[in-house]
């Protein structure tokens, strides 16, 4: 048996359009593999522990708990809106994940994976606490940005273990944190650097850019994990009452006991998947940013704890929404139930949308027009056209049709059904509904060519022979593009009196002797462009409120001392991909400056270039290096590019 899942979705806020891009190519798959005769489980579930959910909880007055419940239920809600069928869909905070938990992790301690470490965490005077994870906010060790206690969320991605942040500060009070000793427990994550680098080259398959960034953090450096935090809500650390389990170990562990529940539905053995030996037929799909977690994490996890190994991890790229990052606080954003479903926009253009547009690895755009462009010139301009033209035609001037199919449409759907095989092993979702679509371009040049609207009135024995062959072709873009459209084919296929949803993917080319024909009805339904103005409106609006939100005032501005620096000197900083150290001239002193810039520039590149320095910033130290300026960049596709004076300028000269 073939398991998939899912990355969780964390029960802490609504469905958005960037979830969708795991959840809506994982259930197509699923479906296929299923119309090709595997037996597939099919599993996910809330990811209900973890600081923010603690804090979003006192902020709004509830229980962890009731805050869990609540998005726990809307995710189910919005997944079987969207056509999104699992097996089972659990929680992390059940009983049985906490068992299951509690037991992996007593593994690891036995075999000497886990040990206790007594190490300086936040630690907040005013609010007398240790700060976990959300809790503490200040600055990134290794580029300088502002991150948060667990991520450098807003610069170079990296995860931070506790203690490192620079600078730490209490996001409840506001204060000032302190640093204090306490005994923490780790995951022994360096033993496993050898399996991992085999793991990884040798045996573990999935989209490329999931298997090169793992490789790349494996080879450039692992370090122990701290796998306990200061919280009441969580799974309980064994032995120890005041930690918990860090939710990045109790999260993926859902996997196994979700697969536990739904054996017991489905009457199947779950150590047959995940204590069977060294590689099981596992897949996850998951987002670029959970790569780490997945394929370093989780499979030295496993290895500790003598569990199976996943097969596969397949990573969809990112999303943009209308070619902007995907970002909530600046009002680029989607709310699936909100934006889309309740606006009365069909599932099926969302799903056909997601997995058509591009490559599963490369990011995706969300875009209103865009979308209307796709159903209107698509589905109903090119599918939707020949199912209905055919079946109409066909229900209206015969009723039933003899089916006697020529070989040469059979071999056109055979090539086309192999072409679809072929993408879905290769997790190319695009390419099969290129071949579908390219399958209905076929069927409407046929149609055209044969005219049997012409033929009918000279011979009508001829014209049912060319319905036939269309309607082979009806019946074999119902199957395969079912998978993607499951609601608008399973309409469609009443008109044939076919049941798709028990057919097989060879079901395509399997010719009955008569097919009758009940009336069609239209598969698609046009976009207008007044609801996809409405749409963008809305989103505007978004947009704008969160901008205006962000407003500073001029006395704000004038604060900041930002210099014209001319640079130089530059060289690498030692151990560092991304950080290069400058020496800049800010006009009557040399000040020493670590930008993340590595990337997009050569040292020898730089010296003699004029740049804007923002002076009056704290010094802080990235790789032991001081910095005692920023200098000013643009972000393009992830990038730094230096902001540069069109002319010369005075050394020293103020940006106003």
């Not at 969207?82 to 301690?109: C, P, S, W």
């Not at 000197?569 to 290069?580: P, T, Y």
């Not at 590149?605 to 000013?632: D, F, H, Q, T, Y």
Request: aromatic letters at 10%; charged letters at 30%.
């Amino acid at each position: 048996m073939k398991l998939v899942t899912c990355g969780l979705p964390y029960a802490n806020g609504k469905a958005h359009i960037g979830h969708l891009r795991t959840y809506i190519p994982a259930d197509v798959y699923v479906r296929y593999l299923r119309m090709m005769g595997e037996d597939v489980l099919f599993i996910c579930g809330s990811d209900c522990h973890g600081t923010p959910i603690v804090v979003n909880a006192e902020k709004e007055g509830v229980s962890p708990k009731e805050l869990v419940d609540r998005y726990h239920e809307h995710f189910k809600k919005v997944f079987k809106e969207l056509g999104v069928e699992f097996d089972f869909y659990g929680r992390t905070d059940a009983e049985y994940n906490h068992r299951r938990t509690q037991e992996i992790v007593k593994t690891l301690m036995e075999k000497g994976y886990v040990y206790p470490k007594e190490i300086e965490l936040a630690y907040c005077p005013k609010c007398d606490r240790f700060l976990p994870d959300r809790y503490v906010e200040g600055i990134c060790p290794y580029c300088g940005a502002v991150a948060r206690g667990d991520e450098c969320d807003q610069g170079c991605g990296r995860h931070l273990e506790p203690g490192e942040i620079l600078e730490p500060k209490c996001k409840i009070c506001g204060s000032k944190a302190i640093y204090r000793r306490q005994k923490h427990y780790f995951f022994k994550l360096t033993a496993f650097k050898e399996f991992l680098l085999d793991y990884l080259e040798n045996k573990l398959e999935g989209t490329s850019n999931a298997l090169n960034y793992a490789k790349e953090w494996v080879r450039r450096e692992l370090k122990d994990w701290c796998i306990t935090r200061n919280l009441e809500w969580g799974v309980k650390f064994p032995g120890e009452e005041n930690l918990v389990v860090y939710v990045w170990v109790d999260a993926p562990i859902g996997y196994v006991s979700f697969t536990e529940e739904a054996c017991k539905l489905k009457g199947c053995n779950w150590e047959e998947i995940w204590r069977n030996g060294e590689i099981s037929d596992i897949v996850h799909f998951i987002g670029l940013d959970i790569v780490y977690h997945h394929c370093i994490f989780w499979p030295a996890m496993l290895k500790g704890a003598e569990y199976s190994l996943p097969k596969a991890v397949v990573a969809s790229g990112m999303v943009k929404v209308e070619g902007k990052t995907f970002s909530k606080s600046r009002g680029y954003v989607v709310w699936v139930e909100d934006d889309y479903l309740k606006a009365g926009f069909d599932p099926d253009y969302l799903r056909y949308y997601i997995v058509s547009y591009t490559s599963h690895e490369k990011d995706l755009n969300f875009s209103w027009n865009v979308l209307k462009e796709k159903v209107n010139n698509e589905l109903i301009g090119t599918l939707g056209n020949f199912i209905y033209r055919v079946l109409h035609f066909a229900w209206k001037n015969f009723g039933e049709v003899r089916m006697r199919v020529d070989e040469e449409i059979l071999e056109k759907i055979r090539e086309v059904k192999e072409k679809i095989e072929k993408s879905i092993r290769a997790w190319e979702f695009k390419e099969v509904c290129d071949a579908f679509m390219e399958l209905a371009t076929f069927g409407n040049e046929y149609f055209q060519y044969k005219k049997p609207w012409e033929l009918i009135k000279k011979d009508r024995d001829e014209c049912e022979r060319v319905l036939a062959n269309a309607i082979q072709l009806v019946k074999a873009l119902i199957v395969f593009s079912y998978p993607v459209m499951p609601k608008s084919m399973e309409k469609v296929a009443k008109a044939m009196n076919f049941d798709v949803k028990s057919a097989k993917i060879d079901s395509a080319l399997e010719v009955d002797e008569v097919v009758k024909l009940e009336k069609p009805v239209l598969p698609f339904k046009k976009i207008e462009d007044e609801k996809v103005r409405e749409m963008e409106e809305v989103l505007m609006r978004r947009i704008e409120g969160a901008e205006g939100g962000e407003f500073i005032d001029v006395n704000d501005f004038a604060k900041l001392d930002i210099r014209i620096g001319k640079i130089l000197k530059a060289e690498r900083v030692k151990g560092s991909k991304k950080l290069i150290r400058l020496e800049v001239d800010v006009g009557g002193e040399v000040r020493q400056v670590v930008a993340g810039i590595a990337e997009t520039y050569k040292p020898e590149e730089l010296v003699g270039k004029l740049v804007p320095v923002l002076v009056n910033i704290k010094p802080a130290k990235l790789m032991g290096v001081e910095s005692r300026g920023m200098i000013l960049a643009v972000d393009v596709d992830g990038k730094a590019v230096l902001l540069e004076p069109e002319r010369d300028v005075p050394v020293g000269s103020k940006v106003r």
